[in-house]
């Protein structure tokens, strides 16, 4: 079935640091990307997105990258702040299935002032 | 900005009773979808909706669960005989996704929290 991974588990990082995250997806069809930021007892906020047919999206510090051909799609953040420690969870999303998302397990965030 | 709104925020039951969990999705959004999260584990999907019918289903969502829209703006899911392993946060998502196209970003509503005692 679909699946995604993501790495690391958690990230620690120096406030100014750079956070990278890693995915990868395994469903072909799947076309849409999003990242969500998860903060504790909250729902999932989406903080970026990326189409299958752009390879890198920015945002402020917040940018993503995607290849489609490895089947790979990346969050970095720049200037870390406090404020962006958090669990992030890539995911992946495909017109099947009436458009559901498959997430991954999530990366524990945290910046260390 | 509109926003998907569940009910109750959280849920306490006995074992092997039935709960109901509400949504009201976005008023114009067409794609109505249910997640579970187990307390720090990944969001997991468990049904799609669209046009008054299930779309796709996951392995979780077994004959205990099921979904329905009883009138234009609710979406509910039932659990039949609640299991100690059904505690979790259910998260009601939706998406606008008309005929003239759309967007794929799901708005997520708060969740409700379900323990299972």
């Known amino acids: 079935g679909e699946n995604v991974e993501q790495h690391p588990s958690t990230l620690s990082v120096q406030e100014g640091d750079s956070a990278v995250i890693k995915c990868t997806y395994s469903d072909s069809a799947s076309n849409y990307f999003p990242w969500y930021k998860q903060e504790l007892g909250k729902r999932p906020q989406l903080i970026i997105d990326i189409r299958s047919n752009v390879g890198e999206k920015k945002d402020q510090r917040i940018a993503v990258t995607l290849n489609k051909t490895a089947k790979h799609f990346s969050l970095h953040i720049t200037e870390t702040q406090p404020e962006d420690s958090a669990v992030y969870f890539c995911?992946?999303?495909?017109?099947?299935?009436?458009?559901?998302?498959?997430f991954g397990a999530g990366t524990r965030l945290f910046v260390k002032a | 900005e509109p926003e998907v709104t569940q009910t109750p925020s959280h849920q306490v039951t006995q074992m092997g009773q039935e709960v109901i969990l509400r949504c009201v999705p976005i008023s114009n959004h067409l794609y109505f979808y249910w997640y579970r999260q187990i307390l720090g584990q990944k969001v997991e999907f468990l049904v799609s909706f669209y046009n008054n019918e299930i779309s796709e289903k996951s392995e979780i969502f077994d004959d205990q669960f099921s979904v329905e829209r009883p009138d234009g703006s609710n979406f509910t899911l039932k659990i039949r005989s609640t299991k100690l392993e059904d505690s979790a946060m259910y998260f009601c998502?939706?998406?606008?996704?008309?005929?003239?196209?759309?967007?794929?970003?799901?708005?997520f509503g708060p969740g409700t929290r379900l323990t299972v005692l």
């Open positions: 995911a992946a999303s495909m017109k099947t299935g009436g458009f559901k998302t498959i």
């Open positions: 998502a939706s998406i606008f996704r008309g005929s003239r196209g759309g967007t794929d970003t799901q708005y």
